[in-house]
């Protein structure tokens, strides 16, 4: 699977963006599909996940109710739409699939997927 990530750019506080992340091939739907993020001098931290066929969506504390992930099987994208943007969501956003699902505590852990987009810039200013 390649992913390739896209949507971002310098907005707001208080304003929106939705990110993209397009991938190739067959099985889209297999997949579990997460975006994670990482501000400058810090870790990469799970954002939001969208699991493989369940389809449920876990979220970090930090974005519950201002972000959603969600997915276009017959385009295989993922969607990240971000609404109420802080400064604090400043960061590189990726995307990460892995076939199949994980439990929670898992699927906030980068080792636990097998591939990555490029990432994408979001710039937040106040």
């Known amino acids: 699977v390649q992913l390739q990530a896209s949507g971002g750019g310098l907005v707001q506080a208080g304003g929106s963006l939705r990110l993209s992340c397009a991938a190739s091939?067959?099985?889209?739907?297999?997949?579990?599909f997460s975006w994670f993020r990482q501000a400058p001098g810090k870790e990469r931290e799970f954002v939001a996940g969208l699991r493989s066929h369940s389809g449920s969506s876990p979220y970090a504390d930090s974005v519950k109710g201002r972000f959603t992930i969600s997915r276009d099987n017959a385009k295989n994208t993922v969607y990240l739409q971000m609404n109420s943007l802080e400064p604090e969501d400043t960061a590189v956003y990726y995307c990460a699939a892995r076939l199949g699902s994980l439990a929670f505590s898992f699927l906030q852990r980068t080792v636990n997927y097998d591939y990555w987009g490029q990432g994408t810039e979001v710039t937040v200013s106040s």
């Open positions: 091939g067959r099985t889209f739907t297999s997949y579990t």
